[in-house]
């Protein structure tokens, strides 16, 4: 459900996952996602829920959204999508505020193997109070086909508050039931390494994170396809 919402336009089956992750080794910075794709008339809705933190600092998410496919001459489509999120958070001996966020994607194939896509998230301005103003992220960035096989992405990322970050991906299918995944960052600099087992109906993936100073963060998610 972080995701650019566009690309749930490509999903051909229904899906639900699972996902828990812990930042930095530190049990107060876990987070845990449930969410389930639906594609239905034309269109793919989806919906989810995530936690951040523990007992005395609490952030919760709930989001809905749809995407859809529109074709572009006898080959190409554009992919569009929209997320509604509600935020919540709750601080000890400070109470808790709510707000919602509207994120907004797209990506278009420009070439056989490339396509090109871009990611604004809070588009309406929400904030949790008048001084708090909630992230405001635009990425945009291409995807290349090398082969069968293997996928290469970039992107340029901007928080209206940080600088403007580069990241990069590959995937990889090694073996007919696993996927090879890897990514760099800059600004903070880090990496990331992941792999996913696919039986069947059935995807079980693990990655962790390397922050440069703050150390590695594991995952986990478990998604069904149906």
């Known amino acids: 459900m972080h995701v650019n919402p566009a690309s749930w336009a490509a999903l051909d089956s229904r899906a639900a996952s699972v996902y828990g ?3 930095y080794g530190l049990p107060e910075l876990r987070h845990g996602a449930l969410s389930i794709h ?4 034309g269109h793919t809705f989806s919906a989810g829920s995530s936690t951040f933190g523990f007992e005395d600092y609490r952030e919760t998410y709930l989001s809905v959204g749809v995407a859809r496919a529109i074709r572009l001459g006898t080959t190409r489509r554009l992919h569009v999508g929209a997320t509604a999120r509600y935020y919540h958070v709750g601080v000890s001996r400070f109470g808790s505020a709510q707000t919602v966020g509207v994120h907004l994607g797209a990506i278009m194939q420009v070439l056989p193997l490339i396509h090109v896509g871009a990611h604004a998230t809070n588009v ?17 960035g ?8 293997v996928d290469l992405s970039a992107d340029l990322f901007k928080d209206l508050d940080f600088p403007l970050r580069f990241r990069s991906g590959i ?8 996927v090879f995944r890897g990514g760099m960052q800059t600004a903070p600099s880090e990496f990331a390494l992941g792999l996913e087992l696919q039986r069947g109906a059935l995807h079980l993936g693990v990655a962790a994170e ?3 100073e703050l150390g590695w963060s594991p995952a986990a998610d478990i998604r069904v396809l149906w």
């Open 38 to 41: 639906w594609p239905q008339w």
């Open 124 to 140: 309406n301005q929400p904030a949790w109070t008048t001084d708090a103003p909630l992230p405001r992220t635009l990425s945009i």
């Open 171 to 178: 995937e990889a299918n090694v073996l007919p039931i696993l």
């Open 210 to 212: 390397q922050h440069w």
């Open 21 to 23: 992750g812990q930042m």
């Open 142 to 149: 291409a995807a290349y086909d090398v082969s069968e096989r």
